[in-house]
């Protein structure tokens, strides 16, 4: 891992440095793209926001629960986030603390309020489904640059959007995934639609992006996100509000402590 | 112990001018208790129906640095007096500093990692009538000052006043058989310590995280929440509550995909000295048979040096359990297990299953069931204890 890492940046240096560069292939494309998504988000120091999550099945019956998210960007590591459950009503007060990690294995707590104890998660669970929704563990987890390695497939037009189309494919251990598609803006660099294969390579999930916003003049986050899973045809619709940036939180306010009196 | 609970009120009142809007949330449930054979005692039935309701009041002010929590619990119960019963859970003050956090009220605090048993959890006294697992716990009068560093998590506890374990009554069951001619009497509770029920304890828990690995140390001095032993006088049979010191380690790595487990303790008395064990691993097949369900499988040792002697039933057992989630939008859950002593043939099963229903109701099963137990072993007290419980929730 380490050495891929290395590699990526040493050809991206060896980019910049040798500026007429005839021909980058398309793995270096697919990185550069998944560099400069990143960078335009770098330094958002920290954001509170809030989440309303809608389960709905086949029938379409739909279930929902409230969360609200707390998130502090590392320099040099995966950010760390809190999610704290408002509703169902019995699970108010659950609370999860993730620390992620570039390289090593994300680091996860919950924290069970009935018996006031926190409990560490293998961080082998990626694939499982968040709370009962269609998204993965993984998916809602920080997307740190190296956890994929990358490819540039072609130019595409999103709905009137013109978008890079790149292929990711998971680095990290125990993904439920083989590969992810994923249309990038390529004015803004960001999402507009990510599908899902699963690990027999049949599309699996399609998560659409919608709402962008843009906050401190910089920072683009989607109001709406709906993940369909087209194998089980349920689909999750998670919808974002009362985003605030730079609250000046600090690493205090993402600790074990912390969760236990999260509420 | 009063003057502690003088001064609650003082700071609840203080506090509450200040306080606008609490928020309310809580829950009331139904439970009937269903036992399959005839009591050991004809004061006891076979049916059980009570209800329970658990308030909570909450407010934040001081941009979350501060906090009360206050939260009660009733229990009303068809037959058992004593598990009609009434408990402050939680009425604490939270404050934050920069560096540490202080806790004062009555409150909780959950200490280990185990499944099966919880032996370094000392803090709050075991709601027994509640359950028999030891999960309920009633609330701890302490002042509490936590603080984490770089190099770990220190709590430290002052515990003014100390609460007596519920037991059932005459009616109630389960519960141990009281001999011939003698009358139980939690109330009638004696203690080491002059000072009784206002001994003051003390705690002090350090936990470091090594990335995989989490480590706990933990020491307590003050009186034991578990009765040492239970002394007749004239016709009545009351626990007895003696001074103890306990040093307590957990640990908890995670290799691969094994989370593994240990806790530990060494408990002191003026009568009797003893270390006990709980250690075991966690294995979860995630996405079984190609589903969203998760199969995990619970393997501990339960270990008890005293060996016969030991209050606790588990001296020389092993867990075998399987939790399945189902992760679906309801949170189904079951998990299945059983507690075989390794020394004798006793078992001990249980299952637990719960599902929501709608958005606001919970239901839970629980069946407990005893086989082969042995005469001399603190489980044969429920040889004809064998129920199901079901329970109903209403979450506000």
Same mark, same amino acid.
């Given at each position: 891992?380490?050495?891929?890492?290395?590699?990526?940046?040493?050809?991206?240096?060896?980019?910049?440095?040798?500026?007429?560069?005839?021909?980058?292939?398309n793995?270096?494309?697919?990185? !550069?793209?998944?560099?400069?998504?990143?960078?335009?988000?770098?330094?958002?120091?920290?954001?509170?926001?809030?989440?309303?999550?809608?389960?709905?099945?086949?029938?379409?019956?739909?279930? @929902?629960r409230?969360?609200?998210?707390?998130?502090?960007?590392?320099?040099?590591?995966?950010?760390?986030?809190?999610?704290?459950?408002?509703q169902?009503?019995?699970?108010?007060?659950?609370?999860f603390?993730?620390?992620?990690?570039?390289?090593?294995?994300?680091?996860?707590?919950?924290?069970?309020?009935?018996?006031?104890?926190?409990?560490?998660?293998?961080?082998?669970?990626?694939?499982?489904?968040?709370?009962?929704?269609?998204?993965?563990?993984?998916?809602?987890?920080?997307?740190?640059?190296?956890?994929?390695?990358?490819?540039?497939?072609?130019?595409?037009?999103?709905?009137?959007?013109?978008?890079?189309?790149?292929e990711?494919?998971p680095?990290?251990?125990h993904?439920?995934?083989?590969?992810?598609?994923?249309?990038?803006n390529?004015?803004? =660099?960001?999402p507009?639609?990510?599908?899902?294969?699963? +690990?027999?390579?049949?599309?699996?999930?399609t998560?659409t992006?919608?709402?962008?916003?843009?906050?401190?003049?910089?920072?683009?986050?989607?109001?709406?996100? /709906?993940?369909?899973?087209?194998?089980?045809?349920?689909?999750?619709?998670?919808?974002w509000?009362?985003?605030?940036?730079k609250?000046?939180?600090?690493?205090?306010?993402?600790?074990?402590?912390s969760?236990?009196?999260?509420? | 112990?009063?003057?502690?609970?003088?001064?609650?009120?003082?700071?609840?009142?203080?506090?509450?001018?200040?306080?606008?809007?609490?928020?309310?949330?809580?829950?009331?449930?139904?439970?009937?208790?269903?036992?399959?054979?005839?009591? /050991?005692?004809?004061?006891?039935?076979?049916?059980?129906?009570?209800?329970?309701?658990?308030?909570?009041f909450?407010?934040?002010?001081?941009?979350?640095?501060?906090?009360?929590?206050f #939260?009660?619990?009733?229990?009303?119960?068809?037959?058992?007096d004593?598990?009609?019963?009434?408990?402050?859970?939680?009425?604490?003050?939270?404050?934050?500093?920069?560096?540490?956090?202080?806790?004062?009220?009555?409150?909780?605090?959950?200490?280990?990692? #185990?499944?099966?048993?919880? /032996?370094?959890?000392?803090?709050?006294?075991?709601?027994?009538? !509640?359950?028999?697992?030891?999960?309920?716990?009633l609330?701890?009068?302490?002042?509490?000052?936590?603080?984490?560093?770089?190099?770990? /998590?220190?709590?430290?506890?002052?515990?003014?006043?100390?609460?007596? +374990?519920?037991?059932s009554?005459?009616?109630?069951?389960?519960?141990?058989?009281?001999?011939?001619?003698?009358?139980?009497?939690?109330?009638?509770?004696?203690?080491?310590?002059?000072?009784? !029920?206002?001994h003051?304890?003390?705690?002090?828990?350090?936990?470091?995280?090594f990335?995989?690995?989490?480590?706990?140390?933990?020491?307590?001095?003050?009186?034991?929440?578990?009765?040492?032993?239970?002394?007749?006088n004239?016709?009545?049979?009351?626990?007895?509550?003696?001074?103890?010191?306990?040093?307590?380690?957990d640990?908890?790595?995670?290799?691969?995909?094994?989370?593994?487990?240990?806790?530990?303790?060494?408990r002191?008395? #003026?009568?009797?000295?003893?270390?006990?064990?709980?250690?075991g691993?966690?294995?979860?097949? =995630?996405?079984?048979?190609?589903?969203?369900?998760?199969?995990?499988?619970?393997?501990?040792?339960?270990?008890?040096? +005293?060996?016969?002697l030991?209050?606790?039933?588990?001296q020389?057992?092993?867990?075998?359990a399987?939790?399945?989630?189902?992760?679906?939008?309801?949170?189904?859950? @079951?998990?299945?297990?059983?507690?075989?002593d390794?020394?004798?043939s006793?078992?001990a099963?249980?299952?637990?299953?719960?599902?929501?229903?709608?958005?606001?109701?919970?239901?839970?099963?629980?069946?407990?069931?005893?086989?082969n #137990?042995?005469?001399?072993?603190?489980?044969?007290?429920?040889?004809?204890?064998?129920?199901?419980?079901?329970?109903?929730?209403?979450?506000?």
């Amino acid at each position: 891992m380490i050495i891929k890492i290395n590699t990526y940046f040493l050809l991206l240096i060896c980019q910049l440095v040798a500026f007429n560069v005839a021909a980058i292939s398309n793995e270096e494309k697919g990185l !550069e793209i998944a560099i400069e998504a990143d960078r335009r988000d770098n330094g958002f120091g920290d954001s509170t926001a809030d989440m309303t999550m809608e389960l709905r099945n086949k029938q379409g019956d739909s279930s @929902v629960r409230h969360i609200r998210i707390k998130t502090l960007e590392v320099v040099g590591d995966g950010d760390k986030s809190m999610s704290i459950f408002d509703q169902p009503a019995d699970v108010k007060g659950t609370a999860f603390l993730t620390f992620s990690h570039a390289i090593k294995a994300d680091e996860q707590w919950m924290y069970l309020p009935s018996i006031k104890r926190v409990k560490r998660i293998n961080s082998k669970n990626k694939s499982g489904p968040f709370m009962g929704s269609e998204f993965a563990f993984e998916d809602i987890a920080s997307q740190e640059i190296e956890k994929y390695t990358y490819k540039y497939l072609r130019d595409e037009n999103l709905n009137g959007i013109d978008c890079f189309v790149i292929e990711r494919i998971p680095a990290y251990k125990h993904s439920g995934y083989t590969r992810q598609v994923s249309w990038i803006n390529k004015a803004e =660099y960001r999402p507009e639609k990510i599908m899902f294969y699963d +690990r027999k390579n049949t599309l699996l999930k399609t998560l659409t992006y919608s709402g962008y916003q843009k906050y401190l003049d910089k920072y683009w986050r989607a109001d709406e996100l /709906l993940m369909k899973n087209h194998q089980n045809e349920k689909s999750t619709i998670l919808q974002w509000s009362n985003y605030k940036f730079k609250n000046g939180l600090k690493d205090k306010d993402f600790s074990r402590n912390s969760l236990k009196r999260a509420k | 112990m009063k003057l502690f609970f003088y001064f609650l009120f003082l700071l609840l009142i203080l506090l509450s001018s200040t306080v606008r809007a609490f928020e309310l949330s809580g829950n009331i449930s139904l439970q009937a208790r269903h036992f399959f054979d005839e009591p /050991l005692d004809q004061n006891q039935h076979r049916h059980y129906n009570s209800f329970a309701i658990e308030p909570e009041f909450y407010h934040a002010w001081d941009g979350d640095q501060q906090s009360l929590n206050f #939260t009660a619990f009733y229990r009303y119960d068809q037959h058992d007096d004593e598990r009609t019963h009434a408990d402050i859970r939680e009425l604490s003050w939270l404050k934050v500093f920069n560096d540490w956090e202080l806790t004062v009220g009555l409150s909780k605090v959950f200490w280990g990692v #185990t499944e099966s048993q919880h /032996l370094v959890d000392i803090i709050n006294q075991t709601d027994q009538v !509640e359950n028999t697992d030891g999960e309920d716990k009633l609330g701890q009068p302490m002042i509490r000052f936590s603080t984490e560093q770089d190099w770990g /998590l220190v709590d430290f506890f002052i515990l003014p006043g100390f609460r007596e +374990r519920t037991f059932s009554g005459i009616e109630g069951r389960p519960r141990f058989e009281v001999p011939a001619g003698l009358v139980f009497d939690a109330d009638a509770a004696s203690y080491e310590s002059a000072d009784e !029920e206002n001994h003051v304890d003390y705690a002090i828990r350090w936990m470091g995280f090594f990335d995989e690995i989490e480590l706990g140390l933990s020491y307590f001095t003050g009186t034991g929440r578990e009765p040492e032993s239970f002394l007749i006088n004239g016709i009545t049979l009351a626990p007895h509550y003696v001074l103890i010191e306990q040093i307590g380690i957990d640990i908890q790595a995670i290799i691969r995909d094994w989370t593994w487990k240990l806790e530990s303790i060494n408990r002191k008395s #003026t009568t009797q000295t003893y270390n006990a064990l709980t250690g075991g691993f966690e294995y979860t097949l =995630y996405g079984i048979l190609d589903s969203q369900t998760d199969l995990g499988i619970v393997i501990e040792y339960l270990y008890d040096d +005293r060996d016969e002697l030991a209050t606790s039933p588990f001296q020389n057992d092993l867990t075998t359990a399987f939790r399945l989630a189902l992760n679906d939008s309801q949170s189904s859950e @079951v998990l299945i297990g059983i507690i075989s002593d390794l020394d004798d043939s006793t078992v001990a099963g249980f299952i637990e299953a719960s599902r929501r229903l709608g958005d606001k109701f919970k239901l839970t099963l629980e069946a407990k069931l005893f086989k082969n #137990t042995i005469i001399s072993r603190p489980l044969y007290n429920f040889r004809q204890d064998n129920h199901l419980q079901a329970d109903i929730a209403w979450y506000f």
